[in-house]
Each structure stands twice: as structure tokens, then as C-alpha cells.
């Protein structure tokens, strides 16, 4: 099946700075979506972004479907932020998500 | 935006009992939803697929006789861990697409905790 890796495992941030987080997959795809992981578990949608690019806010992504990897940028970072932030993708056409090893942000004020 | 709720947010039983949980979407029909399951600091898992009107599917490795899936309605499906024991404490976590085409958002509920003592 689809591999899907996230860069880096394990970030800290000071408040107000700003991070890059990379998922590779190992396949072409036709769903790539980020969310993050709040400390209950509740799983937040942050994009659906099988290509190109989009922005809300502070977050923007980027997905490059011919090399395979998609970036999730964080501007101005808050202790909000702080959780896991989990790519997913989708190749068999069936909407059955594979999601990445995720980065564990944390944001000190 | 769609929300899809899960019912209950936490359960502890004993192990031998059974536990079920509901997801529903709550302004949205779903013909599909998935089932996931996340151990602590790890990833999620997909265990199966959820089908309104015929039998779930289930991923390699998820025991369909231990997870019994039902999809009664095109707003619910429920998921029952039968004989529960302390292996299967976990975080439990469904899906429902915004809709059937294959390139759109997927909708996640908040979370079921199971712990089986």
C-alpha cells in the first residue's frame, strides 16, 4: 500500500515563529488533506489539497502531485497551534484515507 | 462546514462486555463512513469501511466478527467491539465524506476512549 512520511517527528516552536511541515507519499494520489489534532483527539480540517495551492490565515499548503509532497507552512505560530498535525491521502479512488506518521508541534509562549 | 458527532466521547467496561458506538452525521446524508482506530502517539488506523444498505468491509488484519459494523440509516452507523478486552483500549474515530465523488473532504467526529479494564 501508499506509504505516507512526515517531516519533522517532533518540532518546537517559540511563539510567534514560523515552521514548515513536509509529507512525502509514495504514489500518485487523488485526496490529500491536513488536520490537526487537538489535545482531545478532535481532528480538525485544515485543507483538502490533492494540488497546488491554498491559504487561510496564518496556514497556507502546498501540494506538488508530480513529486510527490505536500507542505503545510504555519505563520506567526501560537500556543494554539500546539498538537499533531497529520497528512492523509487517498489513491484507491474509495475515499479510504492512509494517514502519515504526523509532526507533534508545540508552541511555547 | 459538515459535522459528524460520535456517542459516547469516553467508555470504560470490563473486559468480557460488549461496547457499542455511534457515529452520525448530523446535516449530511453519508452512504459510506469509515471506522479508525488510533493507539496512544501513533498514527490512525483504518479498520473498515461502512456501507448503508450492504455489509461493511474490513482492512487487512481487523477481525469482522470482534468489530461488528452496522450502517442503519444514511445518517448512522454504529460500531460494536464484542468481547471487549484490554487490547482493544483505544482512541475510536469515524468518517464521512462530504460526498461520494472520491476527491472530497472527509469529516471526522470527536473521538470515542475506550478503556477495557
Known amino acids: 500500500g501508499i506509504q505516507v512520511e512526515q517531516s519533522p517527528p517532533d518540532l518546537i516552536l517559540q511563539e510567534g515563529a514560523n515552521s514548515t511541515l513536509r509529507c512525502n507519499f509514495s504514489?500518485?494520489?487523488?485526496?490529500l488533506q491536513w488536520f490537526h489534532q487537538n489535545p482531545w483527539g478532535q481532528l480538525i480540517n485544515l485543507f483538502y489539497i490533492p494540488s497546488g495551492t491554498k491559504q487561510n490565515g496564518r496556514l497556507s499548503a502546498t501540494t506538488v502531485a508530480t513529486e510527490r509532497y505536500s507542505l503545510l507552512y504555519i505563520s506567526s505560530s501560537q500556543t494554539t497551534d500546539s498538537g499533531v498535525y497529520f497528512c492523509?491521502?487517498?489513491?484507491?479512488?474509495?475515499?479510504?484515507?492512509?494517514f502519515g506518521t504526523g509532526t507533534r508541534l508545540l508552541v511555547s509562549p | 462546514g459538515a459535522v459528524v458527532s460520535q456517542h459516547p466521547s469516553r467508555v470504560i467496561c470490563k473486559s468480557g462486555t460488549s461496547v457499542k458506538i455511534e457515529c452520525r452525521s448530523l446535516?449530511?446524508?453519508?452512504?459510506?463512513m469509515f471506522w479508525y482506530r488510533q493507539f496512544p502517539k501513533q498514527s490512525l488506523m483504518l479498520m473498515a469501511t461502512?456501507?448503508?444498505?450492504?455489509?461493511?468491509?474490513?482492512e487487512q488484519g481487523v477481525e469482522k466478527d470482534k468489530f461488528l459494523i452496522n450502517h442503519a440509516s444514511l445518517t448512522l452507523s454504529t460500531l460494536t467491539v464484542t468481547s471487549a478486552h484490554p487490547e482493544d483500549s483505544s482512541f475510536y474515530i469515524c468518517?464521512?465524506?462530504?460526498?461520494?465523488?472520491?476527491?472530497?473532504?472527509?469529516?471526522f467526529g470527536p473521538g470515542t476512549r475506550l478503556t477495557v479494564l
Open positions: 504514489d500518485s494520489v487523488n485526496n
Open positions: 492523509a491521502v487517498d489513491n484507491t479512488g474509495f475515499q479510504k484515507l492512509v
Open positions: 468518517s464521512a465524506p462530504g460526498s461520494s465523488f472520491a476527491t472530497d473532504t472527509q469529516y
Open positions: 461502512s456501507n448503508e444498505g450492504s455489509k461493511a468491509t474490513y
Open positions: 446535516d449530511f446524508q453519508a452512504t459510506t
